[in-house]
């Protein structure tokens, strides 16, 4: 029996699919306007997890959207397309060019961390008919109105307005959309469904409609791709937390009032990595990708690792000292996985407690993804007094859920560039008997992780 933390009721339920054995599961995808960090990353981790462990018990297609349109600078609806802005910014590229660049690089990283790729991996670009007539139909059932940028949503017409969020979230966001409320807006929480381009210059994205040439809104994109793979109500939706006071609340607002039927059954949201400093934020540019931590020496999987440390729905707070422990603790598993292959025969010797150490993971697992109780329960059994081929075999399963390459991995022993270069610099610096650089160097080679020792043949390193 699996159990999710369901945002909707504010309490974890019971989970059974609208069909039988069948599951349906639509993930907010990446606006492919610049790398994803390591905070997307996250989200996009657990949602990885949540399909895994359905997979054990259902059929599961997972649809998966890339926004490489509409989603402005502002979730209010006001400020530059995204993809758009970072075109001129990245010297006039094509925003089509560009999308496809980073999306190229977001699957990439999924494939780095082990992320099933989704069933289906729907661009907005590629439904917009889906969006005009998704519209249409809340045109017609009275829910729309056109101002002079564009068609909104009325959402005092959808008295359930906001349940999603809780009074206190349409509070908070009725405050912030002031600032920016449109005076053509009949109420700050209305939001585009369809957006002219301006006048006075040409969009390189931009299409035919009923109401003008333009685009569309980004929450409108996310409903009509889940309606056209799932229908009117699918099992499940995900996204980080801060989807759930504007991106989901108008998802839902917007695809009820169209279809008069429950949209999504299950919200599942996953809380946010911070930085000691605060926010990461794409926008910002304050944030890390996959390829800056690989840069210091890490694999993509001591990332993974981390992040199944702490449950999906507490806040994680990033820090290298942190990963370091990760990536020891990872380390540590991998070494003994290698050793416990020398030992084993390959013949299961208690089958009964393996059974039940499995079925003890899959129930942490099937409690709203518990991955810290499900990781202990793994060491234990990987400590206890357990034959090496049962322990294996144990991994084996563990790992279907977790995907932590845990059998196959080796540890990555290349070097990064950054340390090749420090590795030079400190010889020369040896060379030039310049020690105060050289133990400078040394410090900076071990936040790598990279242990040097000095002997007679010269500098020699390893893995802290
Ligand atoms: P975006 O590409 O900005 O649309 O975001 C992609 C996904 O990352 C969404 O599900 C967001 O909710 C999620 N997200 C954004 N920032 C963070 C963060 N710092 N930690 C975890 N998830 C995040
Ligand atoms: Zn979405």
């Known amino acids: 029996m699996i159990r999710f933390y369901n945002t909707l009721s504010k309490k974890k339920e019971e989970f059974s699919p609208l069909k039988q054995g069948e599951v349906s599961i639509y993930t907010c995808g990446p606006t492919v306007y610049n790398y994803a960090h390591i905070g997307n990353l996250r989200t996009y981790i657990f949602e990885d997890l949540i399909v895994r462990t359905l997979r054990r018990d259902y059929k599961v297609t997972h649809v998966m959207n890339i ?32 999308a496809k660049k980073y999306e190229l690089k977001f699957f990439e990283d999924l494939h780095s961390l082990n992320c099933a790729r989704p069933s289906f ?53 009725k405050a912030g959309a002031r600032v920016e409320f449109s005076g053509e807006k009949r109420n700050p929480s209305d939001f ?16 035919e409609s009923p109401w ?27 996204g980080g937390v801060d989807h759930i006071a504007i991106h989901h609340t108008n998802e839902i607002a917007q695809s009820e009032a169209a279809n008069d039927k429950p949209y999504v059954r299950f919200w599942i949201h996953g809380e946010f990595l911070v930085l000691s400093a605060g926010k990461m934020s794409k926008s910002a540019g304050t944030f ?3 390829d800056a931590l690989r840069e210091r020496g890490y694999d993509p999987l001591d990332y993974r690792f981390l ?16 990963l370091d422990s990760a990536r020891a603790a990872l380390r540590g598993l991998r070494e003994r996985v290698a050793a416990l292959k020398e ?73 990064p560039a950054a340390a090749v270069e420090l ?10 008997k310049d020690f105060k650089t050289s133990d400078r160097l040394r410090d900076e080679l071990e936040k790598l992780g990279i242990i040097v020792k000095d002997t007679p043949k010269g500098q020699q390193w390893g893995w802290k």
């Open 307 to 322: 992040c199944l440390g702490a449950h999906y729905r507490t806040q994680l707070e990033f820090s290298f000292e942190s």
């Open 423 to 432: 590795l030079a610099a400190r010889e020369a610096a040896r060379k030039d």
């Open 212 to 238: 003008g040439i333009g685009f569309p809104g980004w929450h409108i994109e996310c409903s009509a791709m889940s309606m056209a793979y799932f229908g009117p109500t699918l099992d499940i939706h995900c």
């Open 121 to 173: 991996t729907p661009r907005a670009t590629e439904h917009i008919k889906d969006m005009i007539a998704l519209v249409k139909t809340l045109e017609e059932k009275g829910y729309t109105y056109k101002t002079s940028d564009g068609v909104y949503f009325d959402t005092a017409k959808f008295p359930r307005y906001g349940e999603l969020g809780g009074k206190g979230n349409l509070e908070g966001l």
């Open 343 to 415: 030992q084993s025969d390959g013949i299961v010797k208690d089958l009964p407690a393996l059974e039940e150490a499995k079925a003890k993971f899959k129930t942490d697992m099937d409690d709203d993804i518990n991955t810290p109780k499900a990781l202990s329960v793994l060491w234990e059994f990987i400590k206890g007094p357990a034959a090496a081929a049962d322990k294996l075999e144990f991994i084996k399963y563990a790992d279907g859920f977790l995907a932590l390459s845990l059998l196959s991995g080796e540890v990555v022993k290349e070097l």
């Open 288 to 290: 890390l990708t996959l």
């Open 192 to 207: 585009a469904l369809w957006k002219f381009s301006p006048k006075d210059s040409k969009r390189q994205m931009e299409w």
């Open 67 to 98: 926004t490489d349109v509409g989603h402005l600078t502002s979730d209010c609806d006001t400020g530059e397309d995204k993809i758009e802005l970072s075109a001129k910014r990245e010297g006039g590229a094509s925003a089509w060019d560009l």
